[in-house]
């Protein structure tokens, strides 16, 4: 297994009880605030575990899926970009995010648009940036992230995400330097040629948005056969309850900024 950057800070938002008006693609159900906050407390207590310090930023109400912070930031060794949402509901929450960015960081970039473009869009891979273009993520907006991480040496790619996927990493996650966990839908355009791909199980798509965060890979719980290939393929799995997540279209990555 390749070695990944070691990571020492995980920023988290707590849900808000407004949580019952997140966006989704399809209405399963209002989400259970005290089902999701006792299954986001196991995803802080298991990036914690790892040595890491993970905060959890209070509950803001006014943003229905601020819980999903990834979204709000690109978070690099060089410095932070701070995204601009395709979504105008959660346009507001790059602010919010922004004094703790700037706590860790001496660079804060943003994008400024007009092009949109959110986290969840994002693989960050040794060699490049992946950007999924998706209903949040534009052109516009991966040419301005290129624009902005160029001195810093990136360089960036676009991926179609496909069709009816929120974002590009609602279907994959990076495992390792060179290694990826993809649904088959995804890899089947040839964006992950070059790595080492691990398929999802069949039925098992929802179990591609993961992290690997140090020596754990964190993943929803319920997707046994994925979890064995993980652990057949040697990494150290750890489980989360995503039920409540999964009705907003959230998932393990979307939880957590992390550098
Ligand atoms: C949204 O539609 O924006 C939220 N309900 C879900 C965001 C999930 N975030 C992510 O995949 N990074």
Known sequence: MNQTYEFRHAVTRKPAA????????????????????????AYVATLRETGADAVELP?????????????????????????????????GEVAEMAPTLRRHYSEVRKIKGPGTIEGGDILVT????????????????????AQLVQDWGYRVRSITVPRGV????????????????STPRLAASGCFDGYKVIHT??????AANAI?????????????????????????VREIDNTECAKLDGGMSCLSLRF
Do not use: W
């Open 18 to 41: 407004s949580i019952t008006e997140g966006l989704r693609a399809i209405d399963t159900g209002a989400p259970d605030l005290v089902r999701m906050q006792a299954a986001h407390n």
């Open 59 to 91: 509950p803001l109400p006014a943003y229905p899926d601020s819980v999903f912070v990834e979204d709000t930031a690109l978070c690099l060794p060089q410095g932070a970009v701070l995204m601009r949402s395709g979504a105008a509901s959660r346009a």
């Open 126 to 145: 040794p060699k490049e940036i992946l950007v999924g273009l998706s209903d949040r993520t534009n052109q516009a907006g991966v040419d301005e992230l």
């Open 166 to 181: 929120l974002h590009f990493k609602t279907d994959c996650s990076l495992l390792d330097g060179k290694t990826i966990l």
């Open 201 to 206: 199980a069949d039925g098992e798509e929802a």
């Open 212 to 236: 690997r965060f140090n020596q754990f890979v964190i993943m929803a719980a319920g997707f046994p056969d994925t979890a064995k290939r993980l652990r057949n393929a040697g990494y150290e």
